[in-house]
């Protein structure tokens, strides 16, 4: 149900009306990804585009294109950038934004032009065999060009953290999944009033403010949501943005409280999973169970239960706290667990 619920909220935030919802395959057809009654289902179905919650291969696109005609195919990376563009503000989310698009659209234009379909593809791909050679270059000088620019952008980055260190101010990163309530923590701790809602990735760029207590000061990252089993495409297209949480000095891994037992365990691990193919290690992490208002009895258990797998997972974790940004609920405990990290 978490699953069905994730990826009709990835389609509403990405401004599809969801009419008709059908279960993904448990074997995938080798050529279509979907069975031919399902095609056929679908070809009848007054939808202009079909989402399919999971990565396609190559084939699978160019056959669904063929079958379905005019209908769009999306799958769950296409479903991210489409959200990812609608929320990037700044150069360097766009760049990301276009580097994974190209880099997942590449393969298929390869298999248009090794295969030889003449067939007219939709969208993007729609130059059929004819031309394909010159869009497989054009795609590989503007692969090249935003490779170039972003690892530029990475080292710019580097530099201004590394005078953030030098001016001996903490940089402590919010992290955790899309909806946990991060931008929202980040609201309550610094007193703005940064956008957050109830659609995903609202955060493409990362929202950076100092807070003070007394002589101490620390500055507060607030980072792009991870989202679960998330394509290895998106991390590394995005590796500028979430170097923020390998280049801090500590984290806030904020955990929604609110989910049931089963799920919370599943992105917990997640979570740390994630933060492994960042090369994040050793920094230390306060995990924040957020949305402590919509939990009753059990709140301090289930936090019990996030800490102990957080500990299984990763090392040091310092401590954990509920919280609640909405209600104001142990804010300014948390900003006291912050500065006693700092010091």
Do not use: C, W
Not at 200 to 215: C, D, E, L
Not at 248 to 271: E, F, G, P, Q
């Amino acid at each position: 149900m978490e699953f069905i619920d994730e990826a009709k909220s990835l389609a509403e935030t990405a401004g599809y009306s969801v009419e008709t919802i059908l279960p993904l395959p448990n074997r995938p057809n080798r050529l279509s990804y979907i069975s031919q009654d399902k095609i056929q289902l679908i070809k009848n179905n007054n939808a202009d585009t079909i989402i399919i919650f999971d990565l396609l291969a190559p084939r699978h696109f160019i056959n669904l294109n063929k079958y379905l005609e005019e209908k769009k195919v999306v799958d769950k990376l296409f479903l991210l950038l489409e959200i990812f563009a609608l929320h990037a503000g700044s150069k360097e989310a766009k760049l990301q934004i276009e580097l994974a698009r190209l880099k997942y659209e590449l393969p298929i234009i390869r298999d248009i032009y090794s295969n030889a379909k003449k067939s007219e593809q939709q969208g993007p791909l729609g130059a059929g065999t004819y031309g394909v050679e010159s869009t497989l270059k054009l795609y590989t000088r503007k692969i090249s060009r935003i490779t170039r620019e972003l690892e530029h952008l990475r080292k710019v980055r580097e530099s201004q953290l590394v005078r953030t260190r030098e001016n001996q101010i903490p940089y402590i990163a919010i992290t955790g999944y899309t909806n946990a309530g991060k931008t929202s923590i980040f609201n309550a701790l610094t007193g703005l009033n940064q956008a957050t809602d109830q659609s995903m990735f609202t955060t493409t760029t990362p929202k950076r403010y100092s807070i003070k207590n007394n002589a101490q000061k620390v500055m507060l990252v607030d980072t792009v949501g991870f989202i679960r089993g998330i394509p290895p495409q998106i991390i590394e297209a995005f590796f500028v943005t979430l170097s923020e949480i390998k280049y801090a000095n500590a984290l806030l891994l904020v955990m929604d409280i609110s989910l049931d037992t089963t799920m919370l365990i599943d992105t917990a691990r997640s979570s740390f999973e994630i933060l492994r193919e960042l090369g994040v290690t050793g920094k230390p992490i306060i995990v924040v169970g957020n949305k402590a208002d919509l939990v009753r009895e059990n709140g301090k258990e289930k936090l019990q239960i996030v800490l102990e797998i957080s500990r299984q997972y990763y090392s040091p974790i310092e401590d954990g706290i509920l919280v609640s940004a909405k209600k104001g609920l142990n804010i300014e405990s948390l900003r006291e667990k912050i500065f006693a990290l700092s010091d």
